[in-house]
């Protein structure tokens, strides 16, 4: 395992080498048509539900500050400052040095790039959703927090990516997956005389990880299907951690879908814990408003399947800027209300 991450990490430090010695011609001096591109969005969402642990007044859900600005012909660097609203603080989400190795419309490998430093790992199409401006409504699909636990996966690494007309395809090489687990469990404290509650946080982090997806995109350009992989590695070079994805995407003028299924195994302790979940959603275009519908599945290795069902809609009021609304039906059978206003710039 060990041998096969030297030899993915020796072939992209090739393809850093060829950047950096070809095409000498490039300008290295700044172009004044080559202003910095400041971008970003805020929202601001409030839920409303029976069980008064879980509703909160309004309070802002994601912030981000973008910035991205050209060095040269093939390199670029970009930058996004995003707000942690579990933390209440200010932290880097991204710091990507890209360089161009390829790119020509003309030919089958349109783009060939390499991106280093921060970035969301481009495991299944779930990191095309992680902004709230993307998203199509105000939750993730529910089920990615419970397989793995891979949502929003976001690390530091090297990342390899290529695209060409039928086709796209990334590799990657980060620093590891981290996973965590809290156990709970009653000790006597001799200075009280009482039982008191202790917790205990269990870590598995893997040395490294590396992995990819293949999207094959058919003659019509709406539709993408994409397998993915990863697999996370300890110190002893044994695989601590598999996630396997698979994905159907349509995006059509009023219809769109789609669809993923997720299979986990992580190796936590010396015990093997599998969890597998896939969600449906769908949205359709009505004027200026847009109807989502979600469904969303999980199970463990000895558990029966969980489901959540969603429902929301969304009206665009201003360019880049949506009023949305979603309802919730969570396993337990409780249901969750949410508003959310997002804009963009």
């Given amino acids: 395992m060990i041998r096969h991450i030297c030899i993915l990490s020796a072939i992209i430090q090739l393809l850093i080498l060829q950047t950096v010695v070809a095409q000498p011609n490039d300008s290295l001096a700044a172009n004044p048509d080559w202003t910095p591109r400041l971008s970003g ?58 360089l161009t190795l390829r790119n020509d419309s003309l030919r089958f490998l349109n783009n060939i790039s390499l991106i280093v430093g921060q970035f969301d790992v481009p495991f299944g199409i779930g990191c095309r959703y992680y902004a709230s401006t ?26 390899l990516a290529v695209t060409s007309p039928i086709a796209t395809g990334d590799l990657y090489l980060v620093n590891g997956y981290e996973e ?33 997806r293949l999207g094959i995109i058919p003659n019509n350009e709406a ?37 993923e299924f997720i299979y986990s195994s992580l190796d936590r302790n010396g015990r093997t814990e599998v969890s597998r979940g896939f969600y449906l959603q769908s949205h359709y275009h009505i004027a200026a408003w847009r109807v989502i519908s979600r469904y969303a599945a999980v199970r463990g290795l000895e558990s029966k399947w969980d489901s959540q069902y969603s429902a929301g809609l969304a009206l665009m009021v201003a360019p880049k800027t949506e009023v949305r609304g979603e309802m919730i039906r969570t396993p337990n059978d409780e249901v969750v209300g949410m508003i959310q206003i997002v804009a963009g710039f």
Avoid at 44 to 52: A, E, K
Avoid at 138 to 151: A, C, L, M
Avoid at 190 to 196: D, F, K, M, Q, S
């Fill in 180 to 212: 965590s687990e809290e156990i709970a469990y009653q000790v006597f404290n001799w200075t009280t005389g009482l039982a008191e509650e202790s917790l205990e946080v269990i870590v598995t982090s893997p040395e490294a990880a590396f992995g990819g």
């Fill in 41 to 98: 969005f805020v929202d601001v969402r409030g839920v409303y539900s029976s069980d008064p642990d879980r509703t909160s007044k309004f309070s802002i859900g994601q912030t981000e500050l973008d910035l991205e600005q050209m060095i040269s012909d093939r390199v670029g660097v970009f930058l996004a400052a995003a707000y942690n609203s579990e933390s209440g603080a200010i932290e880097l989400g991204a710091a990507e040095l890209q």
């Fill in 134 to 159: 993307d998203c199509e409504s105000i939750t993730s699909p529910w089920y990615s927090h419970r397989v793995g636990n891979w949502s929003g996966w976001n690390d530091y690494g090297v990342r």
């Fill in 223 to 259: 539709v993408e299907f994409g397998l993915s992989a990863g697999v996370g590695v300890d110190d002893r070079g044994n695989a601590a951690m598999t996630l396997l994805g698979g994905d159907l995407t349509y995006d059509g003028s009023r219809l769109g879908c789609r669809s």
